[in-house]
């Protein structure tokens, strides 16, 4: 009797073991999945942003140089000169290389202005 009881017992707790391993493995198996799907969603975005930049610096190479709309690349059509002027100058600012500084544009022209 005892040994039926034994082996009843150690039955069970192997049993109760394996169920647990399988539900570990199960949750392990659905977290993997979730971060799969989690990558594939962020390289569809970057993608996508990347389609957007070339687009941009296509429009902004053209002679003369152009905006982005969305859509499509379009001609600065301001009438406004120093309005027109900035919107050109928008397009062919170059950038600033230390950190602490940002790209202002100030009496027709860009500069780079120090941020503390």
Same mark, same amino acid.
């Given at each position: 009797m005892?040994?039926?009881k034994?082996?009843?017992?150690?039955y069970?707790?192997v049993?109760?073991?394996?169920a647990?391993?399988n539900?570990?493995?199960?949750?392990y198996?659905?977290?993997?999945?979730?971060?799969?799907? !989690?990558i594939? *969603?962020?390289? =569809?975005?970057?993608?996508?942003? #990347?389609?957007?930049i @070339?687009?941009?610096?296509?429009?902004?190479?053209k002679?003369?140089p !152009?905006?982005? *709309?969305?859509? =499509?690349?379009v001609?600065?059509? #301001?009438?406004d000169? @120093?309005i027109?002027s900035?919107?050109k100058?928008a397009?062919?600012g170059?950038?600033?290389t230390?950190?602490?500084?940002a790209?202002?544009?100030?009496?027709g022209?860009?500069?780079?202005?120090t941020y503390?």
């Open positions: 005892k040994i039926l034994l082996f009843t017992l150690s069970l707790l049993f109760s073991v394996q647990q391993e539900i570990a493995s199960n949750a198996d659905n977290n993997l999945r979730d971060i799969k799907e !989690q594939n *969603d962020l390289q =569809s975005v970057v993608d996508d942003l #990347e389609t957007y @070339n687009e941009v610096i296509t429009c902004g190479d002679t003369p !152009q905006h982005y *709309d969305g859509t =499509s690349c001609t600065i059509t #301001e009438r000169p @120093n027109e900035h919107g100058k397009l062919s170059s950038s600033c230390d950190s602490d500084k790209q202002q544009y100030r009496s022209n860009w500069g780079c202005k503390n």
